[in-house]
């Protein structure tokens, strides 16, 4: 994983810091620092093509430290705590409401592609 983050999303106090390291056949490792009260809407939503109101990506991973909520769009509500594996799919939305570490496998580039990494504030 680089030193720097590569995208930091979200006002400050509020972010998500998204370190990326890719390897063969578009396979990624991802660690992702997020602050509390971070907010998927202002902060990722706009980034994303078409602006979907849920997240589309497929999420499975290690929660290093804090918890995470993820709420679906069936209403169903999970929580992740520290030390969980979590498998997560399409349309939902993570609330972070403690300063929150995860480590990410996926194939899925949502979140790693050129076109949303480039993507202005």
Known sequence: MSKEPN???GEEGKQA???ISKFEEGRQASRIEIDAGFDWHK????HLPGCPDWCPATHFGYLESGLMKVQMKDGTVRTIKAGDT???PPEHIPI?????VMIEF????TY???QFLDKNE
């Open 96 to 100: 972070i409401e403690e300063k929150t």
């Open 112 to 114: 790693t592609s050129k």
């Open 86 to 88: 979590y498998f997560v």
């Open 7 to 9: 995208k930091v999303l």
């Open 43 to 46: 902060s990722i939503k706009p």
């Open 17 to 19: 810091k998204i370190f």
């Open 106 to 109: 996926s194939q899925d580039t």
